[in-house]
């Protein structure tokens, strides 16, 4: 089992719509969990992170982590073309001070006009 | 956020030549700093993690004699790609966070072709 598990997609979904993009990871002690996007060519961007279960929001950003369930997902409301983008879902492994930052494979989301 | 800057963006060398990449956390101290390298429309794929001033700790299958990581202090690590082979030719990011269970910033990235 991957640490860190993303459907790839392609997602597609209209200009306007909700983006839904999800995350499972199997280390039951993880206590951070990120979001970036990745646009082609260039180097992730950190989008959100989220530490307790629950919802948090940023601007048009909704990440929710639920840790008995072990998955965190991001909500992009009224996505744009500029959303279009490689959504990385990250999650530190390990134990305190040793623990390291895994990343899942990624779901490209494709926002159409 | 943090700004974490990564030298050269892109390197060409021959094969046999070693290559030394630079990361600099500009406006915070980063007490770790992840590599990684990612194959076209491939996921980031962790090489090794550096704490400040202690020897890399480095993932299952990546040869530390030949990837040479220093994180000599709390704004700069380096990774040396030694005896670079074209298989080695990859897009190499880094990435540092101010402490355990953070948020890690990254590097603009290097894009390194061995010819």
């Known amino acids: 089992q991957k640490e860190v598990e993303q459907n790839s997609g392609p997602l597609s979904v209209p200009e306007g719509a909700i983006a839904s993009l999800n995350c499972t990871y199997s280390?039951?002690?993880?206590?951070?969990f990120f979001w970036y996007r990745q646009y082609s060519g260039k180097s992730p961007e950190l989008i959100m992170s989220?530490?307790?279960?629950g919802d948090k929001e940023d601007g048009r950003f909704t990440a929710q982590l639920n840790k008995a369930s072990q998955y965190v997902s991001l909500l992009i409301r009224d996505s744009q073309p500029s959303d279009s983008a490689t959504y990385l879902c990250?999650?530190?492994?390990?134990?305190?001070?040793?623990?390291?930052?895994?990343f899942g494979t990624g779901t490209r989301l494709q926002v159409f006009p | 956020g943090a700004v974490v800057s990564q030298h050269p963006s892109r390197v060409i060398c021959k094969s046999g030549t070693s290559v030394k990449i630079e990361c600099r956390s500009l406006?915070?101290?980063?007490?770790?700093m992840f590599w990684y390298r990612q194959f076209p429309k491939q996921s980031l794929m962790l090489m090794a993690t550096?704490?400040?001033?202690?020897?890399?700790?480095?993932e299952q299958g990546v040869e530390k004699d030949k990837f040479l990581i220093n994180h000599a202090s709390l704004t700069l690590s380096t990774l040396t790609v030694t005896s670079a082979h074209p298989e080695d030719s990859s897009f190499y990011i880094c990435?540092?966070?101010?402490?355990?269970?953070?948020?890690?910033?990254f590097g603009q990235g290097t894009r390194l072709t061995v010819v």
């Open positions: 990250a999650v530190n492994v390990g134990l305190y001070n040793t623990d390291k930052l895994i």
């Open positions: 280390d039951r002690g993880s206590q951070s």
């Open positions: 989220i530490y307790s279960n």
């Open positions: 406006d915070f101290q980063a007490t770790t």
């Open positions: 550096s704490n400040e001033g202690s020897k890399a700790t480095y």
């Open positions: 990435s540092g966070r101010r402490g355990a269970n953070t948020e890690a910033f």
